[in-house]
């Protein structure tokens, strides 16, 4: 059965993040992609100029529409703006979703835009990453949910940090250390202890002790400019393949699907400044890749 992936994201008219970057992604990994819109966003490969969060009432309407009439298989969760929309997002899922949700905690664009209301970021952590499968901060992202102004900065900083994330009520915790500069790109997926891992830690939640498991994903950093849209396609890779795999082997497979995306991320012409990955990687011809690729 092919599975039906509901993304709920703000736009971009460029066509490499946002609920048009998840919607490629969906249909490459063989999933039927669906779409609710947060935020009408004005931006390019150069930075975004504004954004027009829609109203709450009438995202919530967009999601009832969808699961009144579709089964939902997955939903990933991207831009929501400010705090209502995320009680709009919450209250619905609330009400309709039993299956898997993906947090990616959008909070800023590549280009260094802000993309959610500072004071949101309580709601983010209070309603929607405790009513998520899975979520994929970044490094930045994480520190602004922990609270911290100090940065994670090593592999070291990543898995302490996992420790507090954990905590949070998401049973899996995917934290992405792509602003590493240093090696490897290594992200680290916390799960149930039962979970295949390739090292175990113990978490304390609220003073109860929780041990939890880390798998380590490694794999060369591409030499490219073109990363616009990295998490929104990461994380979208994910919620398509979640339906039908246990989450170790998803986030597996869209980290090699995300590689993939980057090596060939030159083979386009998009833009000026951070172009897009290359989402149909897999199904055209690759004029050439980039450096990094094995083949």
Not at 6 to 12: K, R, V
Not at 17 to 22: E, L, S, T, V, Y
Not at 169 to 197: E, F, I, R, Y
Not at 261 to 273: F, M, P, S, T
Request: hydrophobic share 45%; aromatic share 4%; net charge negative.
């Amino acid at each position: 059965m092919i599975s039906n992936v509901l993304t709920i994201a703000g736009t971009d008219p460029t066509g490499g993040a946002g609920i048009q970057a998840d919607l490629k992604a969906f249909s490459a990994l063989g999933a039927y992609g669906m779409s609710v819109v947060t935020a009408v966003v004005a931006q390019n490969t150069r930075g975004v100029r504004e954004f027009v969060a829609l109203e709450p009432s009438f995202v919530a309407d967009q999601i009832a529409a969808v699961f009144d009439d579709v089964r939902v298989d997955a939903v990933k969760i991207g831009m929501v703006a400010n705090a209502g929309i995320i009680e709009a997002i919450a209250d619905s899922l609330d009400r309709y979703a039993t299956c898997p949700v993906i947090l990616d905690p959008v909070m800023v664009a590549k280009s260094g835009d802000h993309l959610l209301a500072p004071e949101a970021v309580d709601a983010i952590r209070e309603r929607l990453v405790t009513r998520s499968t899975i979520i994929t901060p970044n490094l930045p992202e994480a520190q602004v949910l922990l609270g911290r102004d100090t940065e994670i900065t090593d592999l070291a900083g990543m898995r302490a940090s996992l420790d507090d994330l954990m905590t949070f009520g998401s049973p899996w915790v995917l934290l992405k250390g792509g602003h590493l500069t240093d090696g490897d790109s290594v992200d680290l997926l916390a799960g149930p202890a039962t979970a295949t891992s390739t090292s175990g830690v113990s978490g304390d939640r609220g003073g109860r002790s929780a041990a939890f498991s880390v798998a380590e994903f490694t794999s060369p950093r591409v030499r490219t400019v073109n990363t616009h849209g990295t998490g929104c396609t990461l994380s979208a890779a994910i919620a398509a393949l979640l339906p039908g795999s246990e989450p170790v082997a998803a986030v597996s497979r869209a980290k090699e699907y995300l590689t993939g995306a980057l090596r060939h991320a030159d083979d386009l012409d998009v833009g000026g400044g951070q172009g897009p990955v290359h989402h149909f990687h897999e199904l055209w011809n690759h004029p050439t890749t980039t450096e990094g690729d094995p083949r």
